[in-house]
């Protein structure tokens, strides 16, 4: 609670993000110890809590036992609809007259559509292109391919339940993917990549890559921060090595024929 990306969203008003982060690594920590329909009931209330908790859906279903599956999706599909349902139906006949609770949510949401800041990697594609316009609906998409790629190899390839250090690589990797993808990435997207890190870290040994990237998200990600004098170019091309080198690491942790130390 005390790392500047938590003090970001707690100054900004986005304590949300922080439960968020929590949820979604409880979760996958719960699949791994079996508690399949409880790591989906909570999960469920990540999604409620903030919708880019959907990156790691199938990761969860990915994690646990197969036998589990089922009734644990059916479990995540009722947490989530319960409030998720009537909010839509609400938003939506409200958006349908002249004011309302809906008008109003689809009003703020068309006054968001044109953040496009500078540290996410779609800078290049310009804020007006299709890919940028899309980007959250892209960004799930990449998310869920990876997972479904890391399955593969990952589980199914091997036919044996992955260990909790490569699970916590892959998450990171999910993670990070989700806010470097973003065009409203931020210092407080980062939460629950570095959340994960933190997890894979767990004491007593020192968090190396948890003070690492605290350090370096610091330093790159925000807008007006050390990289301004470079120039939004200079600050996208400083942002997108640092990206394509992190993604690169944890994907080589997550897809590793052998187990990831630390």
């Known amino acids: 609670l005390i790392t500047p990306s938590a003090i970001v969203a707690l100054d900004g008003g986005h304590p949300e993000d922080i439960l968020g982060a929590v949820l979604c690594v409880l979760s996958v920590l719960l699949a791994l110890r079996g508690s399949g329909k409880t790591a989906a009931f909570v999960l469920g209330i990540a999604v409620i809590n903030k919708s880019w908790a959907v990156v790691i859906v199938p990761f969860l279903f990915a994690v646990m036992p197969a036998d589990q599956r089922l009734s644990s999706f059916i479990t995540l599909v009722i947490t989530a609809g319960v409030v998720l349902i009537p909010v839509t139906i609400i938003r939506e006949t409200g958006s349908a007259g002249s004011g309302g609770v809906g008008g109003a949510g689809q009003a703020l949401g ?19 292109s299709w890919i940028a316009r899309e980007a959250h609906a892209l960004l799930v998409a990449v998310t869920w391919l990876v997972t479904a790629t890391w399955w593969w190899f990952r589980v199914r390839g091997r036919r044996q339940a992955p260990s909790l250090n490569t699970v916590l690589m892959a998450m990171a990797l999910l993670f990070f993917l989700r806010a470097a993808l973003d065009p409203w990435d931020n210092v407080y997207y980062m939460l629950p990549f570095l ?8 004491p007593p040994g ?23 004098p ?28 052998s187990e990831p130390g630390k």
Do not use: C, M
């Open 110 to 128: 068309d006054q968001t559509t044109g953040i496009f800041v500078v540290p996410q990697l779609l800078w290049w594609f310009g804020a007006k």
């Open 195 to 202: 959340l994960t890190i933190l997890t894979y870290e767990n």
């Open 230 to 257: 470079l120039g939004v170019d200079g600050h996208a091309a400083v942002f997108t090595a640092f990206a394509l080198i992190t993604i690169a690491y944890f994907a080589r942790q997550a897809f590793a024929v």
């Open 206 to 228: 020192f968090p190396k890559l948890s003070w690492l990237f605290t350090i370096l998200i610091v330093l790159i990600v925000p807008i007006h921060g050390l990289l301004h």
